[in-house]
């Protein structure tokens, strides 16, 4: 189901900033990922977009990342601006655009912890929400991995944590690809995102970035609230990612504001 796919067709050269389009660094960015049975992603984006799935034993999954980072630096991309700190947390599914065949994220909301949330909350609609999010990370700059990554998150809309580790014998397996590059391409490389506003209108935004250096990271435990309340992943299933990758620093581009689809 999943074809072969190289991440030199996927790159592509920086558009350039302008207006309200934000540069930020995201540190400890962490892409906890689960497989769960297609049928689970039932009614939750609109007919536009179908699953972008893959086959696990026989059976057709669907893929769900939880992906947790501090933003810092975050900053205008064109003006002098003050650059602002933050936690934050995106819960976002894998889907295909079936207008445009892009390969894509649908973001069922963000939790952000920082006053600037009022921005995108309230005057663009989008599906984010205020959480507490703090991290407690130790990366040794030696090994090039961490020796401790915990996050927690207290929020209303999605409570979360989740502790990882990492050793020199962790490896990067990708079952239901026909190889690791193709799968990094649809897990790391998915520049354009689809939400539903708070409005119920349909939304979009594009970002840009490099090649993700992601390494593999092994799960020690994880409780994702928003995840159990939307019948998509259970507390036993969450102990059991399909992928765990870590990077502790890249930098995207965010092109703002963002798009109302139909309008």
Request: glycine share 6%; proline share 7%.
């Amino acid at each position: 189901m999943q074809e072969s796919r190289k991440l030199k067709d996927y790159l592509i050269e920086r558009p350039s900033p302008k207006g309200l389009d934000v540069l930020c660094g995201l540190k400890n960015f962490a892409i906890i990922t689960y497989a769960v049975p297609a049928s689970r992603f039932k009614g939750v984006f609109p007919d536009r977009f179908e699953l972008d799935k893959i086959v696990l034993g026989g059976q057709t999954m669907g893929l769900i990342s939880v992906v947790p980072f501090i933003d810092v630096d975050f900053t205008s991309a064109v003006f002098p601006f003050p650059n602002f700190t933050m936690g934050q947390t995106n819960y976002r599914i894998y889907i295909i655009d079936k207008e445009t065949k892009e390969r894509c994220v649908w973001f069922l909301g963000t939790t952000l912890d920082s006053w600037t949330l009022a921005v995108p909350r309230f005057l663009w609609n989008l599906p984010w929400y205020a959480g507490k999010v703090c991290f407690d990370c130790r990366f040794n700059e030696s090994s090039g991995l961490y020796e401790k990554y915990k996050m927690e998150t207290k929020s209303n809309w999605a409570e979360a944590s989740v502790e990882l580790e990492q050793s020199p014998e962790d490896t990067l397996s990708f079952p239901g690809f026909p190889d690791t590059e193709s799968a990094l391409v649809y897990l790391t490389h998915p520049l354009a995102g689809f939400y539903y506003r708070r409005d119920r209108k349909l939304g979009t935004y594009r970002v840009w970035h490099k090649a993700l250096e992601v390494k593999p990271a092994t799960l020690k435990t994880a409780s994702f609230k928003l995840l159990v309340e939307l019948d998509i992943v259970n507390e036993s299933e969450q102990q059991n990612p399909y992928s765990v990758l870590i990077e502790p620093l890249n930098e995207f581009t965010i092109y703002l504001p963002p798009t109302i689809i139909g309008e």
